[in-house]
């Protein structure tokens, strides 16, 4: 069995049946892909358009693809009609370009909102005020469905960081659901949390998360 295999043999034994395991391939061929979906793997994450587009093309119908990368709306056409979610979300302008898309084509996208969590300001995302604007003007955009948040804590081996980060997302999602009334337009299954990788999956299923996003564990170091 190849080391691919087993990593996600280990890992569905490991996750709770209801936490999602989102196998991130970006960096590495779709042979790789291939042994993971072997093992019976469905769900894969890509963060850039060209890469995405070039496994699609040769792997299987039934993968779920989910773009976890930064999206510019000058790439929609390549990203769009492929994923089953975009899980990076992570301005107002990206919204309204995906809308626009999707009146354009015909398809209504699932999406997270990516919320800033991180410490560190070089990452994406929604602040919580924002991201609060948006969730309540829903309506506004009928050709997504904001399915939940998506977030990344600060890189960082200070396990109490992580956790103080992580709990900024299912607080946020808290209190989203606490007030529903406000955000007439989200859809009825809102509340999906995606955030958890490598180095602070354990943290993330501990705490509640409904997605973890897994590359190196599965797919060993990436190439650049
Ligand atoms: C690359 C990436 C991951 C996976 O990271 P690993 O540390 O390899 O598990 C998860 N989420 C996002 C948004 C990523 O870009």
Do not use: C
């Not at 209801?18 to 196998?23: D, H, I, Q």
């Amino acid at each position: 069995m190849s080391e691919i295999a087993k990593a996600i043999y280990r890992l569905k034994e490991e996750l709770p049946s209801n936490v999602k395991l989102v196998a991130v391939s970006k960096f590495h061929p779709a042979e790789a892909v291939l042994e993971a979906y072997r093992a019976g793997q469905r769900v894969f994450g890509e963060s850039r358009p060209q890469e995405l587009h070039a496994k699609v093309e040769v792997l299987p119908d039934d993968i779920s693809w989910h773009f976890i990368g930064h999206l510019q709306t000058n790439k929609l056409k390549l990203v769009l009609p492929y994923v089953s979610l975009v899980e990076s979300v992570d301005s107002l302008h990206l919204v309204e370009a995906i809308d626009r898309w999707g009146r354009d084509n015909g398809k209504t996208t699932d999406i997270l909102l990516e919320i800033h969590i991180a410490s560190e300001d070089t990452k994406q995302g929604f602040s919580r005020d924002e991201a609060l604007a948006v969730l309540a003007d829903a309506g506004k955009y009928p050709n997504i469905r904001i399915l939940g948040l998506m977030g990344m804590a600060t890189l960082t081996d200070d396990e109490s960081v992580i956790r103080h980060d992580f709990s900024s997302l299912v607080s946020l999602r808290d209190e989203i659901a606490a007030n529903i009334g406000k955000f007439p337009s989200l859809p009825e299954n809102f509340g999906i949390l995606s955030f958890g990788m490598t180095h602070d999956y354990r943290i993330a299923v501990e705490m509640g998360a409904d997605m973890v996003r897994i590359g190196t564990l599965i797919f060993g170091e990436r190439v650049y």
